[in-house]
C-alpha cells in the first residue's frame, strides 16, 4: 500500500502487488536447482551474485512500479506534477519490467552467471560418450598387420 500525506483521506490508497515484483526469483531459483554440478564453488558464486543482481534490479523495478503509479493513476495531481514525457517514461520502464525485463533477466544471470560456471568441461562429455559408444577410440586400437 502507498501512503502520502497529502492524499485526501477519502481516497483510495493505491498498492501494488509483490509477486509481480519478486516472483523471478523463483524462476531462477528452478533453474539453478535443475542446473547440473550447481554445487560447485564457482556455481555457488554465480547463484549468490546473480541473486545480488536481482536485489538491485528489484529495488529499480520498484522505483519505476511506484513512479508509474505517482504518474498515471492519481488522476489530475499526476497530469499535474508529471508531464506527457515522464508519465510514458515511468509507465513504459514499468511494463517493460512486467513483461520482458524480469525474464531477461533471470534467464542472462541463470544462463553466464550459473550454468556457465556448472556445466562439465566440454572434453568430460566427449570422452565418456566415446567410451560409451564402442569401447576404445580408433587412436588407441592396435594396428593389424597384413
Known amino acids: 500500500m502507498i501512503d502520502r500525506a497529502d492524499f485526501p483521506s477519502t481516497s483510495d490508497r493505491p498498492s501494488l502487488p509483490a509477486d509481480d515484483l519478486t516472483f523471478d526469483v523463483i524462476i531462477f531459483l528452478a533453474l539453478a536447482a535443475t542446473t547440473p554440478g550447481v554445487f560447485r564453488d564457482r556455481a555457488i558464486k554465480g547463484v549468490a551474485v546473480s541473486l545480488l543482481i536481482l536485489f538491485a534490479l528489484?529495488?529499480?523495478?520498484?522505483?519505476?512500479?511506484?513512479?508509474?503509479?505517482?504518474?498515471?493513476?492519481?488522476?489530475?495531481w499526476s497530469a499535474a506534477n508529471y508531464g506527457a514525457f515522464a508519465r510514458n517514461l515511468w509507465a513504459t520502464a514499468a511494463h517493460f519490467w512486467r513483461f520482458v525485463?524480469?525474464?531477461?533477466?533471470?534467464?542472462?544471470?541463470?544462463?553466464?552467471?550459473?550454468?556457465?560456471?556448472?556445466?562439465?568441461?566440454?572434453?568430460?562429455?566427449?570422452?565418456?560418450r566415446a567410451a560409451s559408444a564402442g569401447g576404445p577410440s580408433r587412436a588407441s586400437r592396435p594396428r593389424g598387420r597384413g
Open 58 to 76: 528489484h529495488v529499480l523495478a520498484l522505483v519505476a512500479n511506484v513512479e508509474s503509479l505517482y504518474a498515471t493513476r492519481l488522476g489530475e
Open 101 to 128: 525485463g524480469c525474464y531477461a533477466a533471470v534467464f542472462l544471470l541463470w544462463w553466464f552467471l550459473v550454468r556457465s560456471t556448472a556445466s562439465p568441461a566440454p572434453s568430460d562429455r566427449s570422452s565418456s
